[in-house]
Nanobody, 124 residues
Framework: QVQVVESGGGLVQAGGSLRLSCAAS????????MGWFRQAPGEEREFVAA????????AYSDSVKGRFTISRDNLKNTVYLQMNSLKPEDTAVYYC?????????????????WGQGTQVTVSS
């Protein structure tokens, strides 16, 4: 089992950047695929990005591809989401999630372990 805690959210102007961090507990972090999701007010939670065990495999939603970058540091048990060229429509609560399924086909989910979320607000 793993616990994840997000940090790094905040208020930023359109065109700006933020980096979210997700710290995971446990000694088996390398066995977990990690993902970022977001949920805007009145909307369903949506997939943003995911990364495989070694960091060699990644996936992105079309809405963030080319602007966001997911990475992980297995020595620090941490996964990051670098968000550049932010837009007002990126405003949402961002959640970190994890699962331990083997195949990279599960990058998009389902995810079993979730953090509490961190708010990202992009002003126009």
């Amino acid at each position: 089992q793993v616990q994840v805690v997000e940090s790094g959210g905040g208020l930023v102007q359109a065109g700006g950047s933020l980096r979210l961090s997700c710290a995971a507990s446990g000694r088996t972090f390398t066995r977990y695929m990690m993902g970022w999701f977001r949920q805007a007010p009145g909307e369903e939670r949506e997939f943003v990005a995911a990364i495989g065990w070694t960091g060699d495999t990644t996936a992105y939603s079309d809405s963030v591809k080319g602007r966001f970058t997911i990475s992980r540091d297995n020595l620090k048990n941490t996964v990051y989401l670098q968000m550049n060229s932010l837009k007002p429509e990126d405003t949402a609560v961002y959640y970190c999630a994890a699962h331990s399924r083997l195949s990279s086909s599960y990058l998009w989910g389902p995810y079993d372990y979730w953090g509490q979320g961190t708010q990202v607000t992009v002003s126009s």
